[in-house]
């Protein structure tokens, strides 16, 4: 079944009959169009999903010929003095009564407008959340290939800057090589900023890399990830150069032995709770509970951040198709920090490691 | 005055005794609190901003520190399980009865959240737009001089890559460059992508770099920008290497005679129209007004796209102490394209540049 059979199938079953599309991700998943939206009041276009008859593509005469190329079975139509004109005229075409918007991704502002069109034209909207992102959850054969190749790319790039780096480096040099080779290798972008946190700086998950000079012995984590051909991979490697102080060694080889944990407890059916307190229950034994602060892990696939979870709160089980990260950690203000990220497929019986690289992960 | 004192008199004369902020610029510009927002379903937090007494800055345990660093004059308090359980025990506290929320920036699911809460404790939600936005429009004495930092710090990086530049270099290989100075000179990152769109790719206003070799002889937009201490800069020089082909050189003159025109019409109390369109007939008369599709400018601050603009449609008053780009442009399908940009800022008898940069300006 094609993903526009499955949606409309799914807006029967909300007796919806129309349908309103415009978060970038959702909007390239059922059309295939990949434009970017600037910000989320500058949209590059909504979809009009009918339940019957051919979904429609509006966006304007900036995006018109991108769009006619990549949104296959849908007509593309342009306007300039705003969306919901002609939205309103499609309405009536179409005699939609009920139409579903995304409540998650709507402004506040754009419900007002589309509320007061909808009047108009005696049309009911209805607000709604998830139904897209519900059918991104489990890849399809086509797109577990996607993933394969951005984390393939990934790992190459990875690799590359690997083997430059010196004591004397410093963090944005570092951070920036990796961005350009991302590029160079023909990447759209990379899925997130870069970080690279050496030493102290190591201490927050989030650390923007910065002027300070890699040391030799101290960890340096390396979070990075780029997007292919739409798709998102997402890794670190917590890297040394030369011999690793004692404390770091240690520190690595608890957060390996948690990502084994984790990965080990992964397979269709349990929780993302599960899974994260198998990995959790190695850290918090080796003494260091409080210092990882995150959950375990994510879904990634068009957005690098999506579902489902692998975290405390996460109490929906794990499906076969759905492609997470694996990424314990353990941060200590003032001395600095070590994370270890693998992005796996779930399967019947546990999951399928999408990463090959093994750098520093078992010291 | 200051920003808060304003804002307080804002809320007055429209009856509000209290006033949300959720948009990150709008938050830092009137807390300090610099954390962006991971994305506009993942807040780092939110002014609670009362008629009378201290304001609040609600956020997570994660910005905790930064909040109370950066945001003087701000009670800082947490929440562990959603924002708005803590903001319904505030609004409590401080009694308010009308609660002003960002009606563009904020999601309809957010806000029907708000409008569940406001009803069980009696406070009547009003939705808003622009308060902050209008606060933001002319900038201080303080702020041009970030501005003027910004700017300053952009053209030396922009200089020092175009000493660099060499036919054969790809569009990628010189964007990466750019960003890679930028970050090393201290900036907090780039205002936006940077483009380098050379010979036929400069016809779209809006080119991604690629793999394309620069080659001597055409055109090549070069478009960039800079975050420092909080305020972006945004310049477009389109450079040639060696001697321009003649039409190149044809076209540079005739957006350069534009873009001094619209710089000549500047001051306060023309509308941004009347700008836009001093410098469109340049562009027109010369026979080319088919090819400049976008507006002539925008205003620069904490964003890189603020008010007020100048384009056909914006109808407003400059005023003293706004900052506009200026950055008229042909764009010609399969031949490339030209924009030139420049910061000014608008006084009463005129403008003032902020660019002191001349590259491929004047040829």
């Known amino acids: 079944m094609t993903r526009i059979a499955q949606l409309k199938a799914r807006l029967a079953r909300r007796d919806l009959d129309g349908f309103l599309i415009s978060q970038p991700d959702n909007r390239r998943f059922i059309s295939g169009f990949s434009a970017a939206d600037h910000s989320i009041q500058e949209s590059a276009g909504v979809l009009f999903i009918p339940r019957r008859g051919m979904p429609i593509l509006l966006t304007d005469s900036r995006f018109a010929l991108d769009a006619r190329q990549e949104a296959a079975g849908f007509s593309v139509r342009t306007y300039s003095k705003g969306m919901l004109p002609l ?4 309405l009536e075409e179409y005699r939609s009564k009920r139409l579903g918007f995304d409540s998650h991704y709507t402004l506040h502002s754009t419900s007002e407008e589309l509320l007061k069109i909808c009047h108009e034209i005696d049309v009911e909207p209805v607000a709604t959340t998830g139904i897209v992102e519900s059918m991104r959850l489990c890849k399809s054969a086509e797109e577990l290939q996607k993933l394969q ?19 004397g480096m410093t963090e944005i040099e570092i951070a920036m090589h990796i961005e350009t080779l991302m590029r160079q290798r023909g990447a759209e972008k990379p899925s997130f900023d870069t970080i690279v946190a050496s030493g102290a700086n190591g201490a927050s998950p989030h650390a923007v890399p910065g002027q300070r000079q890699i040391k030799a012995g101290e960890p340096i984590v390396i979070d990075m990830g780029l997007v292919l051909d739409g798709y998102c991979s997402d890794m670190t490697r917590t890297v040394v150069l030369g011999k690793p102080a004692a404390k770091t060694a240690e520190i690595i080889r608890i957060v390996r032995k948690a990502q084994l944990a984790g990965m080990a407890a992964i397979r269709a059916g349990v929780t993302g709770r599960q899974v994260d307190q198998a990995a959790r229950k190695i850290i918090k034994d080796a003494g260091y509970g409080d210092c990882f602060g995150h959950g375990l892990g994510h879904g990634v696939g068009l957005a690098v951040h999506e579902g489902p979870n692998l975290s405390p709160r996460y109490t929906r089980k794990l499906q076969v198709g759905m492609v997470v990260t694996v990424e314990p950690g353990i941060y200590i203000e003032g001395w600095g920090g070590v994370r270890l990220e693998n992005m796996v497929v779930v399967t019947r019986e546990g999951c399928r490691n999408l990463n090959r690289d093994t750098t520093c992960l078992d010291i």
């Open 87 to 90: 939205l309103s005229s499609i």
């Open 149 to 167: 190749g951005s984390v393939t790319m990934n790992e190459t790039v990875f690799q590359e800057v690997h083997r430059t780096m010196q004591p």
